[in-house]
């Protein structure tokens, strides 16, 4: 059943909010109130969202953080969404009938330095899912929470300004909580063509996206690792928790790419995908806050390397050659992004799709689709653009020690 909430009770809300402040680094505050029902699933433009943006702006007021935006921590940016799940949103001036309204959150740490460093994440999600994206099969609609994507990334975020109020002066800090990610990295994307500071002025900028889910073997994805030469480095020699899963390309399914295609230095922290994602039960409830905290330390213990380092060199990292293949089909898996051996290791099966029907499993490792082999993640998803619908091919994956082949229709 739908879940309903009135204007007046998350009003109530969000005032209660205003007069009780979350000062201390209080991760798992962060994350309930962000991922609660009331605020419905924070979907871009919805009122839900503008809670969380009021939400963020009070914690960065509360820790007196500088204003940033267009209209003290808002900037606001207006876009018709995609019609087609092939078809690209787009930035308008103009008020038409589907027009929405995205709102990024910007807070400044202020340290008179010549360089900033910008920390983000997005805050949006999906609502009920009715602007696609969701995996959810049941018959009525449910609220999606998004506790691990991406209130934990935002928590982390809040965790780290208010750690950083007094320490690691030689760069100022640029905090965003970004808006429709979910759509297509928009509210980065809106940034980087409309910064409010000089984008010359950036040095570096460190992404979060789902860091909720930390494992007990501690993999931790770290992306970017390539767009600057000191980033493997500094990497590895402030790590003594983690299983690091190294990816250099600056280009992937989250914010840091907008940076990155405007020649920025960038890194991106990521714990993996679950079964509860894109999923009404991403709940707040399932998250490893202890881990949490550990990410937030290691953040930290980067930025505290870094600081004496001046201006970061930016490099372009060799897999960005190729664009990033677009496709038609979908053989309806997750994958598993925290996998670093030979193929494409999948993660979950959605049902329905053509993985299932084939009789595809989680953890089997996809190594060829027809006659394209698949090294990696970007070589199946450049192996997936060869397919369109209504084709049939067969897959192969190594099941365990076994090797198995599936024909698959898309």
Do not use: W
């Not at 970007?378 to 060869?386: F, H, R, V």
Request: net charge negative.
């Amino acid at each position: 059943m739908v879940k309903q909430m009135s204007l007046s009770v998350l009003l109530l809300t969000l005032v209660g909010c205003a007069h009780q402040p979350v000062l201390e680094n209080n991760l798992r505050a962060d994350v309930e109130f962000l991922a609660s029902d009331e605020l419905q699933g924070r979907q871009t433009g919805s009122e839900g969202e503008r809670i969380a943006a009021d939400y963020i702006a009070q914690r960065f007021e509360d820790l007196g953080l500088d204003e940033k935006g267009t209209m003290g921590y808002f900037q606001d940016f207006k876009f018709t969404p995609k019609t087609d799940p092939h078809s690209e949103a787009s930035f308008t001036d103009e008020e038409v009938d589907n027009t929405i309204v995205g709102r990024n959150v910007l807070g400044f740490i202020d340290n008179k330095a010549e360089r900033t460093v910008v920390i983000g994440a997005h805050y949006d999600h999906l609502g009920y899912g009715d602007l696609g994206g969701s995996l959810f099969r049941g018959e009525d609609k449910e609220i999606h929470n998004g506790a691990d994507d991406n209130a934990s990334g935002v928590a982390v975020m809040l965790n780290l300004a208010y750690r950083l109020r007094d320490q690691n002066k030689n760069n100022n800090y640029l905090f965003m909580a970004f808006s429709g990610e979910e759509l297509g990295l928009l509210g980065s994307n809106f940034f980087v063509k409309n910064a409010t500071i000089p984008l010359t002025d950036v040095n570096y900028m460190f992404n979060m996206d789902m860091v909720g889910r930390l494992s007990n073997d501690n993999t931790l994805a770290v992306y970017g690792t390539g767009t600057s030469p000191i980033f493997k480095q500094t990497i590895m020699s402030n790590n003594e928790t983690f299983k690091i899963i190294e990816n250099e390309s600056g280009v992937g399914p989250s914010d840091h790419t907008s940076f990155y295609l405007g020649d920025l230095p960038v890194l991106h922290f990521f714990t993996g995908q679950h079964s509860d994602y894109h999923k009404p039960t991403d709940d707040a409830d399932k998250l490893n806050y202890e881990g949490m905290q550990l990410i937030s330390d290691y953040i930290l213990a980067l930025i505290s390397d870094l600081d004496n380092n001046g201006e970061l060199a930016f490099r372009k990292t060799a897999s960005d050659e190729t664009e990033t293949p677009r496709f038609k089909v979908t053989l309806g898996v997750i994958p598993d992004y925290l996998f670093d051996g030979i193929g494409m290791r999948i993660d979950g099966v959605s049902e329905d799709k053509p993985a299932q029907k084939a009789g595809l499993q989680k953890g089997d490792v996809v190594i060829a689709l027809g006659d394209y082999v698949v090294k990696d993640m970007m070589g199946y998803m450049q192996a997936l653009s060869k397919f369109e619908e209504g084709n049939a091919t067969t897959v192969t994956v190594k099941r365990g020690d076994q090797v198995v082949s599936a024909e698959v229709t898309f």
